[in-house]
């Protein structure tokens, strides 16, 4: 599926014209820059807008902390008044005294403060006002407060809001207080004993607090809960409480300090959460992520009309400069079309930019030898593709790599290893002269090691059927050859002269000077051929001859590289005769290292 669509706009671009394409591109890139600018300021407002809810969410728990902060230092400056300027001060074997101070204590904490007592550290009560007779049923010593003020001397303690329900009140009056309570060090006959105090504010005072609360979002409201998430205040704390409305307190009790976003009973919220000192307390404020987001359809609308309006007015603007920058290359397309359809006198001349006023210029300079080359280029060009391709293909032969690793398996299965690793040894090499490191062109002396390579393997495969040497005339090994043209040769008689010997077959190979020319002779002692297969071997249209084991490339193949490359007068020569051996015959120029510099970048010369 994804390679058919690829074609088809493989297909669709071929067919379309240049101006429809710079059209088209110029239009896309703008609509996607314009489409990724736009999200980029959308994200951002929303970004933004979020930011902006949240610190407008923090302010507002920030105030309110603040008032949080005011109510529960002034319940603990009644706590350190009533500890440290009272209890500190008085004897409990004075009576009445506590009492009094207490009750004076309370009247000028009235409006906020709903009882004050001290009780021993078994839980009697010592003094309290304004009431001070306890109930009968009450047991202080088993309290919350009571328990946790005594494990935990050091600190105060600021309970939940609970109802009141200590003393007897004739009024029945039983209100909902917050309770601070610390252990106390009480005074009796000069002995210190322990006891604890109990300041009980009223909670109304912290329920106007936050009820008072003002979002910048009409839906957004505002709770508070202790450190485990108990609900202290709640807007709707009375629906939570008859179970016809949840909260997602005891998760937000977990949350840190800082702004979150949640999804609760399907809808997404913005919380932020404010930790109360002293108590571990935690307000909580709630924004529904749906009001933050009110204003985004609105945004998202006028985007949607703007970018429709950019697209028309970009078409319109692309169209018109793409058809001004196309029509000199349009120009130039017909004048190489009717070029293409034979015309005589073409005019190339256009006018545009310098590119294509040069381009121009340049064909029309190019089209009278074009005209003249162009048949003999395509031939010789073709042919010495197709050879450059056989040698390609002829540097690896898989058969000969299969039959050669196949030996060394069986040497190395056989306790042969020192055999094998020569083998191994003189493949490596050979395979390595035959990259050559991608030039075509290479010292004689790499061609000669290269042939000993791979007579050292046939050998060894052969075991030893036949014998072979390579001499080489002084100062010819450094001259430059084309690689691989004595390979095929050797295969050619090993595979056809020597399959067949009994250990007395020879194969000699000699390179030596010869005027301008270099000859390298390949001799064996082989069954030879007539001389129909003679010619057959050289003739650029002759069958094949090498059958299955040939190399790939054969007589025919290196004799045509050698004159593509160097001429006419350069290649091979073969002489034999049926039981009388054959002689191969390689002439290549006499090339030293500048020669061989040019051909590999230049080609003959």
Known sequence: MRQ??????????????????????????????????????????????????????????????????????????????????????????????????????????????????????????????????????VTPAREIWFTTAMEQIENLHFSTPHVQNLFQDPDHHYRWVVSLSRQVELTRRGSIESGVLLVDMNFSGIEQLCKDVTFAYDQGYLYLTDSSGELIYHPRQQLIYAGLLEENNLTAAGYPDGSHTETFQGQQRQVTVKTVGYTGWKLVGVVPAEQVLDNYGQILLFFFFIVLFS??????????????????????????????????????????????????????????????????????????????????????????????????????????????????????????????????????????????????????????????????????????TIKLIIQPILENAIYHGMAYADGDGEIHIRAFRDGEDVIIEVADNGPGMPEDLVEQLLSPHGPAVSGAKGSGIGFRNVHQRIQLTFGPTYGLTILSEPDSGTTVRIRIPALDESAAAAYRKEGPV
């Open 311 to 480: 697209i028309f007015l970009l078409v319109f603007v692309n169209l018109r400069l793409s058809e001004w920058i196309t029509a000199p290359m349009k120009k130039l397309d017909r004048a190489v079309r009717e070029l293409e359809a034979g015309q005589e006198g073409v005019d190339f001349s256009v006018n545009g930019p310098h590119e294509l006023e040069h381009l121009s210029r340049s064909i029309q300079s190019m089209v009278s030898t074009l005209r003249h080359l162009m048949d003999d280029i395509l031939e010789q060009e073709e042919q010495k593709r197709r050879s450059e391709l056989d040698v390609l293909q002829s540097q690896i032969n898989p058969h000969f790599l299969y039959n050669t690793l196949d030996s060394v398996v069986w040497m190395t299965e056989n306790g042969r290893t020192e055999d094998a690793v020569v083998m191994l040894t003189a493949l490596a090499r050979f395979f390595r002269i035959s990259l050559s490191r991608g030039s075509n062109i290479i010292p004689i002396a790499d061609e000669l090691e290269h042939a000993r390579h791979y007579l050292t393997i046939q050998k060894m495969r052969y075991k030893n059927k036949f014998s072979a040497d390579i001499t080489a005339e002084s100062g010819v090994e450094s001259l430059y």
């Open 4 to 137: 058919s669509l690829r074609q088809r706009w493989q297909a669709l671009y071929h067919r379309s014209s240049i101006q429809f394409v710079l059209s088209l591109s110029f239009t896309a890139v703008a609509i996607v820059g314009m489409v990724f600018m736009g999200l980029a300021l959308f994200l951002r407002f929303s970004a933004t807008s979020n930011a902006l809810a949240a610190e407008s969410s923090k302010q507002v728990l920030s105030q309110v902390n603040r008032n949080l902060d005011h109510y529960l230092r002034s319940m603990m400056r009644v706590s350190n008044t009533a500890y440290y300027q009272v209890i500190k001060d008085l004897d409990l074997a004075a009576e009445g005294d506590l009492d009094a101070a207490l009750d004076l204590l309370y009247e000028n904490n009235r409006d906020s403060l709903v009882s004050i007592a001290v009780f021993s550290q078994e839980g009697d009560l010592i003094a309290a006002a304004p009431l001070a007779a306890l109930k009968p049923s």
